[in-house]
């Protein structure tokens, strides 16, 4: 499978790769908020929803037969700490908008996750080829503790914006705030523009 470097991608938001205040780490460290879910491939379920042309439904097969991607890419952790050179494997989340037919009033995004997490974004920060849906780190299935099966990444994003063991996504036309937002962090989270707290 061929692979896309966009760890490029602070050029739009900054001078320097490394945002200010974080430190490079070549560990990955777990952040989650409780223990890690169970799922079960066979009643897992994937749904896109809400202000979409028709809502969809994927079992973990179906959403493993979507075009996957391997992509290059830095992940920014709120904490301080940043991951450069991630490879991750999964769908960019224009291939779901697009199967879905977004409305052209939905302006927002939420995600929801297997532990009850969530977060939200702009869609336009979603409406990104970097914004993956991944299943893959470095070659191999994602490991359980950073999302597996399934998560969100967002590098031009804090870590916080990307939801582990994801299940759906739901398009908005009205902002909503999701775990960490209603806690303090920040609705925006430009790492670059050091957007931690709100
Ligand atoms: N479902 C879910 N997603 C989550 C979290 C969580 O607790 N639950 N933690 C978030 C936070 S605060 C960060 S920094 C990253 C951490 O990802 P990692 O554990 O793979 O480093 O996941 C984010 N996504
Ligand atoms: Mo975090």
Known sequence: MSLRDVTDLYREFGEERLPPGQRVTEKFPVLSKGSVPEWDPGSWEFTVRGAVEEELTYSWEEF????????????????????????????????????????????????????????????SDCLREEVLFASAFDGEALPREHGGPLRVVTPHRYAYKGAKWVTGVTFLTEPERGFWERRGYSNTADPWAEERYS
């Open 64 to 123: 493993g037969d979507l075009p996957h991607e391997t992509q290059r890419q830095d992940f920014h952790c709120v904490t301080g700490w940043s991951k450069f050179d991630c490879e991750f494997t999964g769908v960019p989340f224009p291939e779901l908008a697009e199967r879905a037919g977004v409305h052209d009033d939905a302006v927002h995004v939420t995600f929801d996750a297997l532990d009850g997490y969530t977060t939200n974004l702009p869609l």
